[in-house]
């Protein structure tokens, strides 16, 4: 999608008709550039609806992201941040990974975070595609430096999900729960996703690209996209969230739990995630990048943020596998 498509979306995200000839002159283009940037909008899932003698409305319009309003919600944690707003890019994740292995950035202190409107290539765990449509959900990375070595970072995925549920929570949405390792769900459907890159040696110090997928409101084309059980904030709360709060939420909460694990490690939010965690005590099969599985009882977490599972040979540990439910509660 082009830049003249975002300018003109965004021209018609009032909910109002906007003949051609306006909008044609409004861009500086011809009528003919308008309704070529507005041939496809497939990959956006926006629905536009085209009136003869009225011209261009958008149905749903979504909000847009604006960097001074997300900056404003960050109050005092503001200068922390260096906050990059894209609308579209491949992935924030490989965004964010390829300019800090350029070095840009470098010396500077602050957090360097980077949202999206729209990705083209949103990737999720285990290769999988992470979808998005425009303005249905949060994508975005955060670039944290830890001292630690990647052997310390276990627990990391599993503290980044807690913090999207205490942001959650923070903004009125209760009840979400976490799958180990970092899937934030609601009624067993997902709501919410997590991608962590690690970088750096065993002894430290280490990068970590950390990348958050938050379903607000998906349209329909997104949701067929998808192809598993999945939900969004809005089906959950009953009310569209403001974007640009909701992503300052989500990264006050997110570096004041990297700061607390800096300093604590993942002993310290142990508790707080088995209570949030939804497999726990209950049969699962666990299944191994290799193919493999077993099947066993959860028994909780283990300090290091490892998966503990009793089988007949007695409690385990593991630290990959995908968890699947044998009774979907
Ligand atoms: C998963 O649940 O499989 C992880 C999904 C992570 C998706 C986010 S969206 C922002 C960031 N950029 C990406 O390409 N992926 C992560």
Known sequence: MKPLTFSILRLLSDNEFHSGELVARAMGVSRASVSLA???LSETGLTLQRVHGRGYRLLDPMQWLE??????????????????????????STYL????ARGSGAGDERIHVVAAELQTS??????????????????????WRFQHGASLLSGLSLVVGLAIIRALESTGVKGGVLKWPNDVLYNMCKVAGVLIELHGDMLGPTMAVIGVGINLKLSNITHARIDQGVTDVYSISGEKPDRNRFLAALLISLTGALRE????????????????HCCENKLVRLGFPDGSSLDGVIHGVADDGSLLVRTSAGVQSYNSGEITLYKME
């Open 122 to 143: 949103g990737r999720g765990r285990r290769g999988r595609h992470w979808h998005s449509g425009l303005g249905d959900g949060l994508a975005f990375s955060l670039l």
């Open 261 to 276: 694990f800096e300093r604590e490690g993942f002993s310290r939010f142990k508790q707080e995630w088995v209570a949030h």
């Open 67 to 92: 960097r001074d309003a997300i900056l404003r919600y960050l109050g005092r944690e503001t200068n922390n941040f260096n906050l990059e707003v894209l609308d579209i890019v491949d992935s924030t």
């Open 38 to 40: 507005l041939h496809d």
């Open 97 to 100: 990974l390829q300019r800090a």
